[in-house]
C-alpha cells in the first residue's frame, strides 16, 4: 500500500522545525533548532531576533530533515506549514518556504493550525477517537477543547488572563531562572513541599476557564515581602507550591469536563504538558474514570516541533484540504 510523505514545517514562535512524516503517525526525520538562547537574555521571545534566526536556519532545516529521513523531493506527497497562531513574522518564514517548496516539486500545500498541531502530537503515541476533549497547555494558550469529530473544535473553558506557560515562565524569572523555566520548576518541585498554598483561582466555578495571574502575583508578592524582610524563603518549596497550585486547578477542571461531557479520550498536549507532576496527577485521576482513555503527546513532542505538524497535515490531507500559493500568516488564528 502506498505510504504517505509529509515535508512539515513550523516557526511560530522560537523554534525553527523541519520534519518527514510517514502517513501522520511515524516520524522520518524531526530537526528542531532552537533559539532559546538568543531569547534567554531579554527573558522572553523577541520576535524580531525570531524572525530573523529562522530565516538564517530553515534551510539547513529542510536539507537536515530530507537527509536523515533518506527522501527525496519525488518521494513527497504534501507539504505541512504552521500559518498560525504566532508571531507573524516567524510564522511568514516557515510559510514562504513551504510554498517555495511547494510550489518547486508541484506538491500540495496543507495549511495547519499551530494549536491543531500540539493535539495531534499525541497520535505519536495513540490513534485519536472521537469524541475526545484535548487539555492545551502552552506559553500562549491554556484551553479545554472538545472535539465532538475530526476537525471539529469547540473550546469549551481557557484562562481569562495568562497562559499556564506563561505563570511558569514569569515565576522562574524571579527565582532567577532563565527562560523558559517551566522544565527547571518542574523538577525543583519534586523535591520541595506544598507550604505556602497559593490560590487556587476559580478551581470551584461552575466553567470550564482558568486564571494564573493571581497565582503568579501572589507567588512574585512573597518571594518580593521576604526580600524586604532579609528573609530566603526555600526555594524547592516555593516550586511545589506554585506547581500543586497549577495543577490542582488544570485536573480538577479537566476532569470535570470528562465526567460532564461523553467522550472516548483525553489527550494532554502543548509545552506545558511535558510537566511531570501533571502527567502524574491526570493519570491517577483517569485511572479511576475507566470510560475515558487517557493519552498524552510523548514528551519529546509536547514543545514546538514539525513532527506534530505532520501529524495534523495528514488528517487535512486526506480531507482534501489544500492551501493556495497565496496562503498568508494569520498570527491570531483560531479553530
Ligand atoms: O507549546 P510550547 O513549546 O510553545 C508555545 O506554543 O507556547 O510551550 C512552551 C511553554 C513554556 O512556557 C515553558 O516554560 C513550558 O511550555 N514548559 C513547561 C515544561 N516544559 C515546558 N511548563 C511546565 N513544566 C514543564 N516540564
Ligand atoms: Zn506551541
Redesign the pocket.
Known sequence: EKKNLILAFESS?DETSVAVVEDGHIILSNIVATQVNSHKRFGGVVPEVASRHHIEQITSCVQDAMTEANVSYDDLDAVAVTYGPGLVGALLVGVSAAKAIAFAHELPLIPVN?MAG?IFAARYESEISYPSMALLV???HTELVYMPEEGQFEIIGETRDDAA??A??KVGRVLGMTY????E??ELAHTGKDTFNFPRAMIKDDNYDFSFSGLKSAFINTVHHADQLGETLDRADLATSFQQSVVDVLAEKTLRACHEYDIKQLILA???A???GLRARLEADMEKMDTVEFIKAPIKLC??NAAMIGAAGYVEFLKGQRAGLDLNADPSLEF
Open positions: 514562535c499551530h500540539h502552552s506559553g500562549g506557560g506563561e511558569y515562565d523558559p523555566s517551566g522544565k520548576i518542574d502543548g509545552g506545558v511535558a510537566n511531570k514543545g514546538d
